[in-house]
C-alpha cells in the first residue's frame, strides 16, 4: 500500500493550458509539501500545508495553487503553463518533528511534467 | 544565501571501496536536522541517514554513517563497502524548525547533489 501516491506519473501539455497533481498520503501525518525539482536536479521546496492551513508559499508564481481538502490529500493546480514549469513535482509528507521522530520527508514517487 | 552546500558534483568509487559524500550547512538555529537522501536513475527519493545536531553520537544506519562535525557544520555521509547498486544522487538536506500559528514544523532545505558512480 504506497504511503505517498501521486498522479499523474507522466503529464505532456501545450503552453497556455491547466493541469492539477493530485497527491494522497495514507500515513497520518499532519504536513504535507510540494516540491520542484529542475532539469539540473536542484530540489526546492514550493509549499507547505499543516493540518489544511498553508504555512510556507516560497515565492512562486501565482499561476500555482496549492488546494487541501483535508490533512490526507494536497493538489497542485497550474495556470497558463510555460515552458520553464516542465519539471519533477514531488509531493511529500512529515510528521510533526520533535514528537519521538526526525521529522523526514517521506515523497511520493515524483510527476514528471512536460510543457511543449 | 545557500544553507546546504555540496562541492562535489560527481564522484567515482569502486566496487567494495569506501565512499565519502560532502556536506557543509548554515545556520544559527541551536535546533536542527540533517538528513541524506538517494535518488536513483529511476527518480524516487529515498531516505537514508538522520542527525540532530543535539545528537552526541554520529548516527548510522547499515553501510551508511554520517560524520557529524558540529563545530565545522558539516554532515558528510560515508558510504562503506560500495555496490553497484549505490549509483544514484545523493542529497544532504537540513530541516529548521519554524513556527506558524502555534504550530512547530520541519521544512527540508536540499543542497545540490552529489552523483556518485560505482565503478566494477
Known amino acids: 500500500d504506497t504511503a505517498v501516491s501521486q498522479t499523474p506519473k507522466y503529464l505532456v501539455t501545450q503552453m497556455g493550458n491547466d493541469k492539477s497533481i493530485k497527491c494522497e498520503q495514507n500515513?497520518?501525518?499532519?504536513?504535507m509539501y510540494w516540491y520542484k525539482q529542475d532539469s539540473k536536479k536542484f530540489l526546492k521546496i514550493m509549499f507547505s500545508?499543516?493540518?489544511?492551513?498553508?504555512?510556507i508559499n516560497e515565492t512562486v508564481p501565482n499561476r500555482f495553487s496549492p488546494k487541501s481538502p483535508d490533512k490526507a490529500h494536497l493538489n497542485l493546480h497550474i495556470n497558463s503553463l510555460e515552458l520553464g514549469d516542465s519539471a519533477v513535482y514531488f509531493c511529500?509528507?512529515?510528521?510533526?518533528?520533535?514528537?519521538?521522530?526526525?521529522?523526514?520527508?517521506?515523497f511520493g514517487e515524483g510527476s514528471r511534467l512536460t510543457v511543449l | 544565501a545557500q544553507k546546504i552546500t555540496q562541492t562535489q558534483p560527481g564522484m567515482f568509487v569502486q566496487e567494495k571501496e569506501a565512499v565519502t559524500l560532502d556536506c557543509t550547512y548554515d545556520t544559527s538555529d541551536p535546533s536542527y536536522g540533517l538528513f541524506w537522501y538517494k535518488q536513483p536513475s529511476s527518480g524516487e527519493m529515498i531516505f537514508l541517514i538522520y542527525q540532530g545536531s543535539y545528537d552526541q553520537q554520529n548516527a548510522t544506519e547499515g553501510r551508511y554513517s554520517l560524520n557529524f562535525q558540529k563545530a565545522r557544520k558539516s554532515a558528510n555521509l560515508v558510504i562503506s563497502a560500495s555496490q553497484l547498486g549505490d549509483s544514484a544522487m545523493y542529497f544532504c538536506a537540513m530541516r529548521e524548525l519554524a513556527n506558524a500559528g502555534g504550530t512547530s514544523y520541519g521544512k527540508l532545505t536540499f543542497g545540490q547533489g552529489t552523483i556518485l558512480t560505482v565503478h566494477p
Open positions: 500515513l497520518g501525518h499532519d504536513t
Open positions: 511529500a509528507s512529515s510528521p510533526i518533528p520533535g514528537q519521538g521522530n526526525t521529522g523526514e520527508l517521506f
Open positions: 500545508y499543516n493540518n489544511k492551513e498553508l504555512i
